[in-house]
């Protein structure tokens, strides 16, 4: 039996993507992704937010339409696959997982501005430098 590692998101860029070009013509794009959930609690009825951060490796033709047309705040849809990767902190092993997208798709209006990511996280895409994307993924 065969398996399945397939990864649909619909969220807010949380910075700028980074981009790499390669001497073959080859481009490589990252950036991280919110995706948010709303709700309202029962007992207080107060309205919760719960935020997910995502690294995301954009490879191939897609690479190259997000470096030319998305920024900060955009709203997108993508699909990919998950990647867990071992890297080194302070001498311990840890460990990320990244979505590796081959498609990705706008999903902000042409009138409406990018804007930020949602408020409640607005700041908490600076947590994901401490998790390196991978170098030797570059090429």
Excluded: C
Excluded at 12 to 31: C, S
Excluded at 82 to 101: C, H, I, N, W
């Amino acid at each position: 039996m065969s398996s399945l590692n397939k990864v649909m998101l619909i969220g807010n860029i949380g910075k700028d993507p980074e981009v790499k070009t390669f001497d073959n013509g080859g481009t490589i794009t990252k950036f991280s992704l919110a995706t948010s959930e709303t709700w309202k609690d029962k007992n207080s009825g107060e309205k919760k937010e719960k935020t997910e951060w995502h690294n995301v490796t954009v490879k191939g033709p897609a690479a190259k339409f997000v470096a030319n047309y998305l920024t900060k705040g955009n709203k997108v849809y993508l699909e990919g696959q998950l990647e867990t990767r071992k890297y080194q902190k302070d001498g311990s092993d840890r460990y990320a997982t990244d979505v590796v997208s081959f498609k990705v798709e706008n999903m902000t209006a042409k009138n409406e501005s990018s804007g930020h990511a949602p408020a409640a996280a607005a700041n908490k895409a600076d947590d994901l430098d401490d998790i390196p994307f991978p170098d030797d993924n570059w090429d």
